[in-house]
């Protein structure tokens, strides 16, 4: 049976000397994976610069439960890019933040929420104009949401440090070495509950700038079974730097 859904492309496969597995996180069935024969063919209806990380599609699918693999009958960009293939600083952004995706949601069943949360974010991060070099840490801070693990922004004026495994702030420093200090707290708070169109407004140094994106990055590997080290994030800190 034909389905039509949306999907964002998370990983892509070689399979055989044409033909790959991606899975994509989609609409209306979640974390799934299609195989693609002939990409690489000259008149291949579905081509490999339709299946980059992040790329954000409109399909229809074969769709049969239980399947390990599915298949696709039609598959379009929708929308299509105007900036993250061609501004380094944004395809470098996207790879960085699909491997956190990608090792996040994988055995994530249908969710509308999250898939709306990621698809509008990743839509309004390529529209955006000007310096977004804030936009990775805001994004991951943001979906932590959808993923079960938000932050707690209650706060009391004695309260100085936010403990990264509890998820919430502290009077005391925790026996465990997963805290922030008031400082990086605040920032980290921040970066969570204003807008993507605000938070250019926060200027931040380079180094502080990592420092955040590493006790992010501690917060996702003490809330997410499984998830392992993440790579991708040295080549976007050389960008930014």
């Given at each position: 049976?034909?389905?039509?859904?949306r999907g964002i492309v998370l990983?892509?496969?070689?399979?055989?000397?044409s033909s790959v597995v991606v899975?994509?996180?989609?609409?209306?069935?979640?974390?799934?994976?299609?195989?693609?024969?002939g990409v690489k063919k000259p008149r291949a209806k579905i081509r490999m610069n339709m299946l980059q990380p992040l790329h954000l599609v409109d399909?229809?699918?074969?769709?049969?439960?239980?399947?390990?693999?599915?298949?696709?009958?039609?598959?379009?960009?929708?929308?299509?890019?105007?900036?993250?293939?061609?501004d380094i600083l944004?395809?470098?952004?996207?790879?960085?933040?699909?491997?956190?995706?990608?090792?996040?949601?994988?055995?994530?069943?249908?969710?509308?929420y999250l898939f709306d949360f990621i698809f509008n974010a990743v839509c309004w991060f390529d529209e955006s104009q000007g310096s977004?070099?804030?936009?990775?840490?805001?994004?991951?801070?943001k979906l932590s949401r959808y993923l079960g693990f938000a932050p707690s922004t209650q706060t009391k004026s004695d309260q100085s440090?936010?403990?990264?495994?509890?998820?919430?702030?502290?009077?005391?420093?925790?026996?465990h070495p997963y805290f922030i200090d008031k400082e990086d707290a605040s920032l980290f708070i921040?970066?969570?509950?204003?807008?993507?169109?605000?938070?250019?407004e926060i200027k931040l140094a380079n180094k502080t700038r990592r420092r955040i994106l590493d006790k992010i990055l501690i917060y996702y590997t003490l809330h997410t079974a499984s998830f392992g080290e993440i790579r991708s994030h040295q080549v976007l800190e050389d960008i930014l730097s």
């Open positions: 049976m034909l389905h039509k859904t990983k892509t496969t070689l399979y055989s000397e899975q994509m996180f989609t609409e209306k069935f979640g974390m799934q994976s299609y195989l693609i024969n399909m229809v699918v074969y769709h049969k439960v239980n399947s390990s693999i599915q298949r696709i009958s039609e598959l379009r960009p929708a929308p299509i890019f105007r900036n993250i293939p061609y944004k395809s470098t952004m996207a790879m960085f933040l699909n491997e956190v995706l990608y090792k996040s949601i994988r055995q994530q069943m249908t969710d509308e977004n070099v804030n936009f990775h840490l805001a994004f991951l801070l440090y936010f403990d990264l495994q509890e998820g919430e702030f502290k009077s005391l420093p925790p026996v921040s970066l969570y509950i204003l807008p993507f169109e605000k938070i250019i």
